[in-house]
């Protein structure tokens, strides 16, 4: 079974950082471009950002540019993203989906920013 598990959410005051992690197994992690989304309480969901297969491209939704820096270590089948200067609009449930494919996503971990 493919399994995409989401950590290292939290509290966070607004300016201050976190660092996502996502552990994939199931599938052959090193050959798909993996990605995270986010949904905020009561909205759908928000793509936020992609890496390619070898994390050599990457792409982010124009809210978290700057901010926000995805990663993955293809050895440890994990993918990353860093989140500094978070806003209050930054809060919300974080996923990662496997080719930004809402329906693959696993277990989220929640991200809430007090302003």
């Known amino acids: 079974d493919v399994q995409l598990q989401a950590s290292g959410g939290g509290l966070v005051q607004a300016g201050g950082s976190l660092r996502l992690s996502c552990a994939a197994s199931?599938?052959?992690?090193?050959?798909?471009?993996i990605g995270w989304f986010r949904q905020a309480p009561g909205k759908g969901p928000e793509w936020v950002s992609s890496s390619n297969a070898d994390g050599g491209s990457t792409i982010y939704t124009d809210p978290v540019k700057g901010r926000f820096t995805i990663s993955r270590d293809n050895g440890k089948n994990t993918l990353y993203l860093q989140m500094n200067s978070l806003k209050s609009e930054d809060t919300a449930v974080y996923y990662c989906t496997r080719q930004s494919n809402w329906g693959s996503r696993g277990q989220g971990t929640q991200v809430t920013v007090s302003s």
């Open positions: 199931g599938f052959s992690f090193e050959d798909y471009d």
